[in-house]
């Protein structure tokens, strides 16, 4: 199927029109923030899910119900997705957790008014590309990635689901308030994630002994992460989700894009990055 049979254009961007039909992109922009509110954004395939299963583990002092009786679309939903028109989210106690795929310009009004705190999670666009290569093939409310040099071009053009990596990942670098947001890397998660549970404690103001934060580090290793049946999609119907293909949690490493790009490809997407992000300052750990 394509583009115009499965996504939505909203703010130009394509979004997944059976995720985002019109009333939950309008709870969307009707939603009014707490101060206290975690934001969790991302570009998808950046870490969402990973940091859907450390902030909930860090709020609740390492408790592992936190991450073991909900979903991690319940416990920490996509603002912009039809599930959170029905979670009553109103209700909820604080501090409430929260997902987004939008960039900064997209947030809605009381997003700039109230300023709730931000975690913004940046990968390797390489390895976004090689895992969105893998997801959008076995998910069916994605237009299938076709072959490779065809995806490639469409990702680096922002024609796929959730626009450009570029301008999402500048949108939120050139946001307003960064006192708000904490930025931080897949690739700084994978390297030494006793101490980026440590930093993203301290931003979130929570104190937990090191041995807590030992444990959820402990827990949101991919090879543990990947057996809690509310964080690894298994609930999923095969016909929206096809597991038998490729995990939800598929390798869960850095550097995967060697094994899916040509030389001449690599290069081809190092060029364009190069000419993308020529006016960026942020020193990336990828770079
Ligand atoms: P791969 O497809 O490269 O394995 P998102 O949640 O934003 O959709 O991102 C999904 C990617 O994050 C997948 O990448 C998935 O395996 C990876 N991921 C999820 N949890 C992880 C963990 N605990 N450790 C390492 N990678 C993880």
């Known amino acids: 199927m394509t583009e115009a049979e499965l996504y939505t254009l909203y703010k130009g961007v394509y979004v997944p029109s059976y995720l985002h039909p019109p009333e939950s992109l309008r709870y969307y922009e ?20 990973w940091m859907q299963e450390i ?29 959170a028109c029905t979670l009553n989210l109103e ?16 947030m809605p009004p009381s997003f700039y008014e ?4 931000v975690i913004y999670v940046m990968r390797n666009p390489k390895d976004v590309f090689t895992s969105a290569f893998h997801y959008f093939g076995i998910t069916s409310f994605m ?20 626009g450009s990596w570029f301008d999402h990942v500048k949108s939120w670098l050139s946001a307003e308030d960064k006192e708000r947001i904490m930025y931080i890397s897949y690739e700084e998660l994978s390297k030494d994630l006793k101490d980026s549970v440590t930093r993203i404690t301290q931003f979130l103001e929570k104190s937990l002994d090191m041995e807590v934060i030992e444990k959820i580090a402990d827990r ?27 995990e939800f949690l598929r390798k869960g490493i850095a ?19 190069k000419d993308k992000m020529k006016d960026v300052k942020y020193k990336f750990v990828w770079d």
């Open 91 to 106: 209700e909820r106690p604080s501090p409430r957790m929260f997902s987004t795929h939008f960039r900064y310009n997209m």
């Open 143 to 162: 237009v299938k990635p076709g072959p490779l040099s065809e995806f490639l071009q469409k990702f680096l053009d922002g024609k796929v689901a959730f």
């Open 255 to 273: 550097g995967d894009w060697k094994n899916l790009l040509t030389a001449a490809e690599a290069e081809h997407f190092d060029a364009v990055y």
């Open 114 to 117: 109230v300023k709730p705190k």
């Open 55 to 83: 902030v909930p583990l860090i709020m609740s002092g390492g408790d592992p119900a936190s991450v073991e009786t909900l979903h991690n679309w319940v416990r920490v939903p996509w603002l912009e997705e039809s599930l």
């Open 30 to 49: 009707d939603f009014t923030f707490r101060p206290d509110d975690i934001l969790i954004v991302t570009y998808p395939k950046s870490g969402t899910t």
């Open 220 to 246: 949101c290793l991919f090879k543990n992460m990947k057996k809690n049946s509310m964080s690894n999609y298994s609930a999923v119907p095969k016909e929206f989700m096809d597991q038998t293909k490729s």
